[in-house]
T-cell receptor, first 113, second 116 residues
């Protein structure tokens, strides 16, 4: 069965622009989580969606937003990009039940110039 | 806030030898999950092993095992018979409260290099 798919793999943007990242979960998975990975801050939880509803949100500014569609695919949007937003953005999927394992994608590497 | 600490930024081991990666964490919860993830150069996070705090028996997955010390809040990973393919960044992580494992708190990682 196909794994978690993230597109695109790489993105280069300039400050002030906005960007949309996409994540397709494993078939049957209804929960999608997003994480930001940087050399300085490490891996940090952004938010999680289950059945098109945001269930939990990390400590990030409102410029970071997301949504989930009825087929469980999720998108993450960052507006007014800053240099510090350069990072690897990982998404993970699960069935959405308690105590589940997460399955991660290979991430989208975003560079902000 | 919960914290997960990995005190070894880098480690190296010879092929076929055994290596142990350390992890400590802070929590006030009684039941939770702990995880070790591996991130090779491909960047994909791969689950290596997980442990439920409720279970006293240490988890084992083939060459990977953990030493879980709940009272000490310690969760180390032992890799036996190290292979070149084990070279990767290893992250210790703790699941969120109430079984919300989609919200993981990660340590900073340990870069493991397996030398031939």
């Amino acid at each position: 069965k196909a794994g978690v798919t993230q597109t695109p793999r790489y993105l280069i943007k300039t400050r002030g622009q906005q960007v949309t990242l996409s994540c397709s979960p494993i078939s049957g998975h209804r929960s999608v989580s997003w994480y930001q990975q940087t050399p300085g801050q490490g891996l940090q939880f952004l938010f999680e969606y289950f059945s098109e509803t945001q269930r939990n949100k990390g400590n990030f500014p409102g410029r970071f937003s997301g949504r989930q569609f009825s087929n469980s695919r999720s998108e993450m949007n960052v507006s007014t990009l800053e240099l510090g937003d350069s990072a690897l953005y990982l998404c993970a999927s699960s069935l959405g039940q308690r105590n589940e394992k997460l399955f991660f994608g290979s991430g989208t590497q975003l560079s902000v110039l | 806030a919960q914290t997960v600490t990995q005190s070894q930024p880098e480690m190296s081991v010879q092929e076929a030898e055994t290596v142990t990666l350390s992890c400590t964490y802070d929590t006030s919860e009684n039941n939770y999950y702990l995880f070790w993830y591996k991130q090779p150069p491909s960047r994909q996070m791969i689950l290596v092993i997980r442990q439920e705090a409720y279970k006293q028996q240490n988890a084992t997955e083939n060459r990977f095992s953990v030493n879980f010390q709940k009272a000490a809040k310690s969760f180390s990973l032992k890799i036996s018979d190290s292979q070149l393919g084990d070279t990767a960044m290893y992250f210790c992580a703790k699941g969120g409260s109430g079984g919300s494992n989609y919200k993981l708190t990660f340590g900073k990682g340990t870069l493991l290099t397996v030398n031939p």
